[in-house]
């Protein structure tokens, strides 16, 4: 069976955020048209892994909505059929115009880089977006039909207070998201941000060390599903049974194939991973003569498979059977962090599976060293 | 030689007062060694004897003067060895008593100087150093003509550096001490006075023949060990080894045994020839036992056979030194080492890392109890994780301390030794400015910072001698740590009751502060016997997650997943927790951080 699942990468930004480390390119309106040529023979040439029936569609940045409006129109029209087409987006780009020609292309979710909603920690983060073009962004999105918006807010911000974090909290979900992904922002090395604000972030470890639970406190009180580690969706209950989880990511978390297109996009797809190398210029140039773009592969055998199942299955609130990750796991750590409240083994009509508790998420990482074999 | 003749001598001196330098211009000016061979300090041979500036294994001379056969005995010159010392003063007629003029004389060299008396050893006097604009030779000569109840004019002075007086003191010896006594027609004696191992001829004993004389090939007995074996070769040192046919009465010289196994043969033991035995050994042989014990463990365990090699091979020369294998749950496989003292450790550690280049962990030195239980069995114990929780009584082991400090400095020593549960013997002025202090102590107050505590608390004045005083009963108790509820071997301590709480704090809240959080809480305890006396948690991480996880980052996040789980599988385990060796380091290395 192909890959049921398609990401689209488009590098460009109008600025590139401190704390990014992803593969941007800022500015190069000139070339946006080159590279969305680009996609499309990329699309073509490897379009024969997908299976005939595409689930979902991720067009993930940079910042897709940066791209030219025509370019992007364009792109959308191309793209196979799916069930659930995702688009990422910054705030200060949503425009009327762009948000009915999401539409119009077949998006039917928007992720919202919010990021907070305070102007001193937007400044920090080096955002453009102030609070207000967040809220007028789903607005807009709203008058256009959208009906699945995601907002990503970051904690763990330089000077934010748990009070910050109540209030940016408290705004997103004033705006009633259907889905929310909230990260701790990492200081990655070598980024501008770590450089100049690592040495207050390792300062405020400490206090900053409740944050998490704090977000997934207020997010499942105010009837949110806490499905993964870092994602959140309405309860079915709230919105007449739909599942608002992401289905492209839990593609992701369930060890799915999925076919990558852009300049630095990963695929795995039978058991190899392959990732397109970063360069804006030997990704086109490849492309315009016809060729694969420069990549580096590696082979995944039925160990590290299982491994990687357990890693992405172990954030999901869903059981994972055992014998899907066998090999991989240490029963004997199990028993142990079962013992200790981190860890529940449960046996069902489907065999026995393995989750976590809630104290479990929290410590997830540490959880998944100690259960690797 | 014919033993009027002979004259058997040594130096008596602290560290750094010239003993060495001394001993140099006396080679050079008897041209015992050539001068293009004659490198600065020949007797002292091993690299780190150098470099601390203390001689640790006594070695002899030989040398010509005026007709004259001058043997120079040279003696260790450190605390720890005061056995190997009192060997050395036995196999000579008198000593030279040397005192650097700018500094006075020194807990060790006293303690030495009454060895030497005790022996009836004729002593010459000699202030040192003159040449130093900051000498003061004659309140030094008094000093030392107080001390041994000459006239100050007997004092000889010299520079040992420039050489000025340095024939004086040759004639001195000549003039002052006996030639040694002893029946040349009675059946053969001799003292060791030292051993070493020579890799292709075995242990080579030194010996000063007390009666009648030795002869190559001849069979011998050690009396004391009872050991058997052939004189491969006799000889003397001038300072190189020379064979000689025979050792006669009076003379000082090596015999080469043939021996494998230095432990056959102790100083301290008298050589007889088994053709004619003698009757009675010479007096004073000790079986010295190592007082101060701690474990050593590799930091890598693969390193373990190259620990045991390592010891295998100071031990040769070195058999005060003792070993037995240990395993310890924290730190794996090591061994358990006895030593005479501190500084005995200090430099076994130190020949470990440096000729072996070995990485060490080393325990809390600890010394040898004496522990009677409940039903009346009496054991040593070295090791406090071995210490019998039920016991009827525990001895510890005493010493008879003397310090020797400038007059202002008298209530530092005072307040230390009370502290280490010192009980005051007697005060003595010196001089107008000097005063010797005696204590009695337990030695397990010692081996921890004592030394260096006195010379931070006495701005290096203070000198430090010691003598063992016998076992007595203490109020100590084992102290355990346990992490995670399971007890830490390696960690485990014998201490005073009274201490037993504070020190069981401090090494709880180092613990607590080296060791990383975990995802349980971990309860750090002190605990004697099942009692807790301190307790610190480290408390559970509250999150420890990647923040975010798609498509584009499973590989690295799998990779970083896989790293930490690598690095686990490296780190001690005790009580389900992982203590990272560093943690260890920190709790061992407690008090030479607090010396700091």
Redesign the interface.
């Known amino acids: 069976m192909g890959a049921r699942h398609l990401?689209v990468h488009l590098p460009f930004c109008a600025h590139r955020c401190g704390y990014c480390d992803f593969v941007t390119v800022v500015g190069r309106r000139e070339q946006h048209g080159a590279y969305v040529d680009a996609l499309l023979r990329e699309l073509a040439l490897e379009g024969g892994v997908l299976a005939e029936h595409v689930e979902t569609v991720f067009l993930g940045g940079g910042t897709p909505t940066f791209t030219g409006g025509s370019e992007l129109a364009r792109l959308l029209d191309a793209l196979p059929e799916t069930d659930e087409l995702t688009v990422e987006a910054n705030p200060e780009t949503v425009t009327p115009e762009l948000a009915r020609l999401l539409r119009a292309g077949g998006v039917n979710r928007v992720s919202l880089g919010a990021q907070s909603f305070r102007p001193h920690l937007l400044s920090v983060l080096e955002r453009r977006a102030g609070p207000d073009d967040v809220r007028r962004a789903v607005y807009l999105l709203r008058d256009a039909g959208f009906d699945n918006i995601s907002l990503d807010l970051l904690y763990g911000i330089p000077g934010q207070s748990a009070a910050d974090l109540e209030c940016d909290l408290a705004d997103a979900l004033a705006l009633e998201p259907e889905h929310l992904?909230c990260?701790?922002?990492?200081a990655k090395p070598g980024t501008r941000f770590t450089h100049a604000h690592g040495d207050e972030l390792a300062r405020q470890a400490d206090a900053m060390?409740?944050y998490?639970?704090q977000v997934v406190d207020a997010l499942t009180a105010a009837g949110y599903r806490w499905y993964e580690?870092?994602n959140f969706c309405l309860e079915p209950g709230r919105v007449g049974g739909r599942d608002l989880r992401a289905r492209h990511?839990l593609a992701?978390?369930w060890g799915r194939d999925?076919l990558?297109i852009g300049m630095?996009?990963?695929s795995?797809l039978a058991g190899a991973?392959r990732?397109n190398l970063p360069g804006l210029g030997r990704y086109v140039a490849a492309l315009q003569e016809g060729r694969t773009p420069p990549r580096e592969t590696?082979s995944l055998d039925e160990a590290?498979k299982e491994?990687?199942r357990l890693?992405?299955g172990l954030?999901l609130d869903e059981p994972l059977p055992v014998a899907d990750v066998a090999g991989a796991l240490d029963k004997k750590a199990a028993e142990?962090?079962v013992a200790?409240g981190?860890v529940e083994l449960t046996e069902n009509g489907g065999g026995p599976t393995v989750s976590l508790t809630r104290r479990g998420?929290?410590?997830?990482?540490?959880?998944?060293?100690?259960l690797?074999a | 030689m014919e033993q009027a003749r002979i004259r058997n001598f040594a130096i008596i001196a602290h560290i750094d007062h010239g003993k060495s330098t001394l001993a140099d211009r006396i080679l050079e000016l008897t041209h015992a060694v050539p001068e293009r061979e004659m490198r600065e300090q020949v007797l002292d041979s091993m690299e780190l004897e150098r470099e601390r500036g203390i001689t640790i294994k006594a070695q002899a001379v030989s040398v010509r003067w005026r007709g004259h056969q001058l043997n120079l005995i040279d003696t260790p010159g450190h605390v720890d060895f005061t056995y190997e010392v009192s060997r050395s003063l036995q196999a000579c007629e008198g000593a030279l008593l040397l005192v650097d003029a700018a500094q006075g004389i020194e807990a060790q060299t006293l303690a030495n100087a009454y060895l030497a008396l005790d022996d009836e050893l004729e002593i010459v006097p000699v202030a040192n150093k003159i040449d130093l604009p900051q000498a003061d030779p004659d309140t030094a000569a008094s000093e030392l003509a107080a001390l041994l109840g000459e006239e100050p004019e007997r004092v000889l002075r010299i520079s040992a550096k420039t050489g000025e007086g340095v024939e004086a003191v040759l004639d001195a010896i000549v003039e002052r001490i006996p030639p040694p006594g002893g029946d040349p027609e009675a059946p053969a004696r001799a003292l060791v006075f030292d051993t070493s191992y020579d890799q292709y001829r075995g242990v080579v004993a030194f010996v000063r023949v007390v009666d009648g004389s030795f002869e190559t090939r001849e069979p011998l007995r050690a009396m004391a060990l009872g050991t058997s074996f052939e004189a491969e070769e006799l000889g003397v040192l001038s300072p190189a080894r020379r064979p000689v046919p025979s050792l006669g009465a009076g003379e000082v010289g090596y015999v080469i045994t043939g021996l494998k196994d230095v432990s056959r043969l102790r100083v301290g033991d008298t050589l007889t020839s088994r053709r004619r035995p003698a009757a009675e050994p010479l007096p004073g042989y000790q079986d010295v036992k190592p007082m101060v014990f701690a474990g050593i463990f590799p930091t890598d365990s693969d390193d373990y056979p190259e620990l045991r090699d390592a010891l295998e091979r100071l031990k040769l020369n070195d058999a005060s030194l003792s070993y037995d294998p240990e395993t310890s749950q924290a730190l794996g496989f090591g061994f358990r080492c006895g030593f005479l003292g501190l500084l005995h450790m200090e430099i076994v550690r130190e020949r470990l890392e440096r000729e072996f280049d070995l990485d060490l962990l080393i325990t809390a030195p600890t010394v040898a109890y004496r522990a009677t239980t409940r039903g009346g069995e009496v054991v040593e114990v070295h090791n406090p994780a071995e210490m019998p929780r039920e016991l009827e009584l525990v001895e510890e082991p005493y010493i008879k301390a003397s310090v020797i400090v400038p007059k202002d400095y008298v209530g530092a020593v005072m307040e230390l030794a009370n502290e280490r549960r010192g009980s005051f013997d007697h005060l003595e002025y010196l001089s107008e400015d000097r005063v010797l202090l005696s204590y009695e102590l337990p030695l397990g107050e010692i081996v921890l910072d004592f030394y260096d505590q006195l010379k931070s608390r006495t701005r290096g004045y203070a000198s430090f001698d010691y003598d063992l005083a016998g076992f007595r009963p203490g109020d100590v108790t084992r102290v355990d740590i346990l992490v995670g509820g399971e007890q830490v071997d390696a960690l485990s301590l014998i201490i005073h009751r009274d201490a037993a709480y504070e020190r069981g704090r401090l090494l709880v809240e180092r613990l607590r502060k080296e060791i990383p959080r975990?995802?349980?809480d971990v309860a750090v305890q002190a605990a004697i016997g099942s009692r807790v006396i301190a307790r610190e948690t480290i408390k559970?991480?509250?999150?420890?997650?990647?923040?975010?996880?798609?498509?584009?980052d499973?590989?690295r996040?799998?990779k970083l997943?896989?790293k930490?789980?690598k690095g686990?599988k490296r780190m001690k385990q005790v009580g389900?927790v992982e203590v990272p060796q560093e943690a260890f380091l920190a709790v061992l290395n407690l008090d030479s951080e607090r010396r700091r």
């Open positions: 990401y992904s990260y701790e922002l990492e060390e409740g998490f639970e580690t870092a990511n992701y978390w999925y990558g630095g996009a990963v795995t991973r990732r590696e590290t491994r990687e890693l992405l954030r142990r962090l200790g981190l998420r929290f410590l997830g990482g540490g959880v998944t060293v100690e690797l | 975990q995802l349980f559970a991480k509250r999150k420890d997650v990647l923040a975010k996880c798609y498509g584009g499973i590989t996040k799998r997943l896989e930490q789980k686990k389900g």
